[in-house]
């Protein structure tokens, strides 16, 4: 039951076979990312409550197997009763988008930053790989560039696109989801690391995709539970520049995945459906090809400097995309709830909030560089909401954080956001104990 054909969602312990509204959807595709699995966060985190008005005539039957702790499929947790927040909030954003006349899933500057930011990747490789033959450092200025562009091409155009927040255009917002397969990643490996693992789970050290680690050890420790290693001392100072790898580990880490569909010990895909797959196959050709083959083959610099080059863009992609990311949760203030018996405490909007930090919110300059990861307060509450409209919300979701007593978390700058991980970093690697809100 996890195809487009047929294609059932299971939401707060009840099936629903939705296969007859697939196409009809309004989100498009992203109705069958987590087919076949639970969806109770990811459903109500891009839905209006009016919408579970729909939900009776497609239900099919109660599941029984999937209850906190007795689930076959280990991503199942229940959070506690909200209070009242989230459906607050909710109303309070959907008036807030009529007050305006602004359509949530669209944003006119996405237009101009997205060609903008795919002209850039376009000219630096030419620039970095080809257009300087007699100058290898305008070369390698180009290589900065391109990594920078390509970072951008991740936060900025995929990113949304592939939380259907893009355009309500769906054929539009799939094939911009598809830009991350053109620079060399997958978009999706993406939606079932990020958008099922990580935002229906955030900080959850057992369930959350993008901060997983291995729990007997792994290149850096990042929660208490998992094993202490002596060189975990030293993270603070080694993982500044080891961050560049994460371009890499995209582009080479996806080939494993869709052949396993296993992402940790306990996170199982989705497979592919044959659309995805052809489309994951051919645009890794086409990837591979222009970034590695195109500048080994041709490019004016030789072989050792067309490698150089291709190393610089990657760690500087890296470098980006790992900042960028990094400080929005692993970091000082936020939350690692701990699941027992399949359950967390808190509620899940409580749980976002608690778990995630934002920095310079209300900056223009830092949602377009970031791709609105300054943001990431209102992201993880309005996924489906697109990035460029969460300055004109971040006002509304902190008052209503305050009235609820709900924590609102954020770093007036940027650098301090970055200090901020790496000294969580320094401190969870000597092994320190830290309390957070997770613990209560």
């Known amino acids: 039951h996890c195809t487009p054909d047929d ?29 076949g699995r639970d969806n109770t966060q990811i459903f109500d985190s891009y839905h209006p409550d009016r919408v579970r008005g ?22 199942v947790l229940v959070y506690g009763d909200e209070g009242g927040f989230y459906r607050e909030l909710k109303k309070r954003v959907q008036a ?54 390509r970072a951008e091409v991740g936060m900025s155009i995929q ?14 917002g799939y094939i911009m989801g598809l830009t991350l397969d053109c620079v060399g990643a997958s978009s999706w490996v993406w939606k079932q690391v990020h958008v099922n693992g990580h935002h229906a789970y955030t900080n959850v050290p057992t369930h959350d995709t993008d901060v997983w680690v291995d729990q007997k050890g792994d290149v850096r420790r990042i929660v208490e539970g998992t094993a202490h290693l002596w060189f975990y001392k030293l993270q603070a100072y080694y993982l500044p520049i080891l961050y560049g790898a994460l371009s890499l ?13 296993l992402y940790g010990d306990t996170h199982r895909f989705v497979a592919p459906t044959t659309k995805e797959a052809i489309l994951f196959w051919s645009l890794k050709a086409l990837s591979f090809s222009y970034l590695i083959g195109l500048p080994a083959l041709y490019s004016p610099h030789g072989l050792g400097a067309a490698a150089a080059l291709f190393l610089t863009e990657q760690w500087t992609c890296g ?25 967390i405490k808190m509620g899940w909007a409580t749980a976002q909030c608690a778990t995630t930090v934002n920095f310079c919110p209300g900056s223009w300059f830092w949602t377009h560089i970031s791709g609105g990861l300054n943001h990431q307060v209102e992201h993880h509450l309005f996924p489906g909401i697109c990035h ?8 509304v979701v902190k ?31 000597q092994g320190f104990k830290i309390p957070t809100l997770g613990d209560a």
């Open 54 to 75: 729909m939900l009776p005539k497609y239900k099919i039957a109660d599941v029984s197997d999937y209850t906190p702790g007795k689930s076959r499929e280990q991503d």
């Open 7 to 35: 294609c059932w969602l299971v939401i707060d312990g009840a099936a629903y076979d939705v296969s007859s509204f697939v196409n009809s959807h309004p989100g498009g595709e992203m109705i069958y990312v987590h087919a």
């Open 399 to 429: 008052a209503t954080c305050e009235e609820f007593g709900v924590p609102y978390l954020s770093y007036d700058t940027f650098p301090e956001a970055v200090r901020g991980h790496f000294t969580y970093m320094h401190k969870v690697g």
């Open 159 to 172: 990113h949304d696109a592939n939380h259907g927040s893009y355009t309500t255009n769906n054929t539009l």
């Open 96 to 149: 807030k988008f009529k007050e305006t006349g602004k359509h949530p899933r669209f944003h006119p500057e996405m237009l101009i930053k997205s060609a903008l930011i795919l002209a850039g990747v376009a000219l630096t490789w030419y620039g970095a790989y080809f257009a300087f033959p007699g100058c290898l450092a305008l070369s390698f200025l180009c290589a900065v560039g391109l990594g920078f562009f």
């Open 319 to 343: 470098l980006t995309l790992a900042y960028l990311f990094q400080v929005a949760h692993v970091t000082l203030p936020a939350s690692w709830p701990k699941a027992e018996g399949g359950r």
């Open 249 to 261: 580990k995209s582009m080479f880490g996806d080939l494993t995945l869709i052949r396993t569909l």
């Open 388 to 395: 460029m409209h969460y300055p004109m919300l971040y006002p």
